[in-house]
């Protein structure tokens, strides 16, 4: 029985690189290091830091040439590894990952710690990828859970590695002004008041779903608010819990009372 093909193992196709917004360079150019097959790929960064989306990112990008891709969490794979009882049932598995391109495995923060069975039959999967020319892309969200940080886990294994940086209030901004229609009437400003605090993507799309539906904002002008009145009106600090540290704009000038040059954040 093909137990992967009974999985959900197709990309979100919501989830592109036309939506994906990281200016960290070697994020951009991604390209060259996906390219290179003798070896695999590793992403890892925090929560909210864009590897799953990436993932996903990079699954459509190549089903978009035409080649086999899948995507699958860890938490499948824990799963697949007690349905597979006989040899036969693992030959059929490893048969299918063999008809793929591309094979994106998510969220290995899950198989840290678990049991020897459950790593070695990870390992396997990378292996038996590496050994038949599947390129393998791996991610992982938390970084002190990183299995793959373990060298002898993965000893003798060529990979390349990617850490995401937490994203700038740039690309907090371009992420949400992308969610954003011309219908919903939200002004740069609010954006760049919620992009300038420091938090999760999740914590930042939050905030602007809530204020866009607030009964307040829909009885204001909001195009003409600053920064510190919709701070000051919505609260913006208060959906991000953590401790504040502002971000700064790097399209952004800040100009020197001594000199006339003006130096870019």
Do not use: W
Request: with cysteine; net charge positive.
């Amino acid at each position: 029985m093909n137990y992967l093909a009974q999985l959900h193992t197709n990309p979100n196709k919501q989830l592109t690189f036309e939506n994906y917004f990281n200016s960290q360079f070697d994020a951009v150019n991604l390209q060259a290091i996906i390219d290179n097959e003798n070896r695999f790929t590793i992403f890892s960064g925090k929560s909210g830091s864009g590897v799953t989306h990436l993932l996903h990112a990079l699954c459509n990008d190549f089903l978009s040439q035409e080649k086999k891709s899948i995507y699958i969490s860890s938490q499948s794979l824990l799963y697949i590894v007690y349905l597979l009882k006989t040899d036969e049932d693992k030959s059929v598995f490893f048969n299918h990952l063999a008809k793929q391109d591309v094979i994106a495995i998510d969220n290995l923060q899950f198989i840290f710690n678990k049991s020897s069975k459950q790593l070695t039959f990870f390992l396997q999967i990378i292996q038996f990828a590496h050994s038949h020319h599947v390129k393998i892309i791996l991610g992982c969200s938390d970084l002190k859970k990183d299995i793959t940080k373990s060298k002898k886990t993965m000893k003798g294994l060529p990979f390349n590695r990617l850490v995401l940086k937490d994203l700038s209030s740039y690309d907090v901004f371009k992420t949400l002004k992308n969610l954003c229609s011309i219908e919903d009437q939200i002004s740069d400003g609010l954006l760049y008041a919620i992009s300038g605090y420091n938090g999760t993507i999740q914590q930042h799309v939050h905030c602007l779903i809530s204020i866009r539906f607030n009964p307040l904002f829909k009885t204001l002008a909001s195009k003409n608010l600053s920064i510190a009145d919709f701070d000051e009106l919505f609260k913006i600090k208060s959906y991000f819990p953590t401790q504040q540290f502002r971000k700064c704009f790097y399209q952004m000038k800040l100009p020197f009372m001594s000199s006339s040059i003006s130096v870019k954040l």
